[in-house]
Nanobody, 122 residues
Framework: QVQLVESGGGLVQAGDSLRLSCAASGRTLREYYMGWFRQVPGKEREFVALITWRGGSTAYGDSVKGRFTISRDNAKNTVYLQMNSLKPEDTAVYYC???????????????WGQGTQVTVSS
């Protein structure tokens, strides 16, 4: 069992930056691929970023490529999402998740955090 807790969300202005953190407990994250997703009310959960357990490979959703960076520190059992050049359309609840597979569909993820709200004002 893995427990995930996100932090770092907040209210920022367009063009600002935020760094989200996802701290894990229960089991080491080293066994899992880690992803970030986001969701707004009335819409499906959207893939944002993915990283291998070693951190050597990453993938990003088209809407965040070039602006967001996913990273991980296995020694700290923590995954990060650095978000730069934020836009109002980035406003959502952001979730981290753990999977045994390199995958982007939310259904392939076994463990989820509770989410952290990011609001970007124009």
């Amino acid at each position: 069992q893995v427990q995930l807790v996100e932090s770092g969300g907040g209210l920022v202005q367009a063009g600002d930056s935020l760094r989200l953190s996802c701290a894990a407990s229960g089991r080491t994250l080293r066994e899992y691929y880690m992803g970030w997703f986001r969701q707004v009310p009335g819409k499906e959960r959207e893939f944002v970023a993915l990283i291998t357990w070693r951190g050597g490979s990453t993938a990003y959703g088209d809407s965040v490529k070039g602006r967001f960076t996913i990273s991980r520190d296995n020694a700290k059992n923590t995954v990060y999402l650095q978000m730069n050049s934020l836009k109002p359309e980035d406003t959502a609840v952001y979730y981290c998740a753990a999977s045994s597979h390199w995958a982007t569909p939310p259904s392939r993820y076994d463990y989820w955090g509770q989410g952290t709200q990011v609001t970007v004002s124009s």
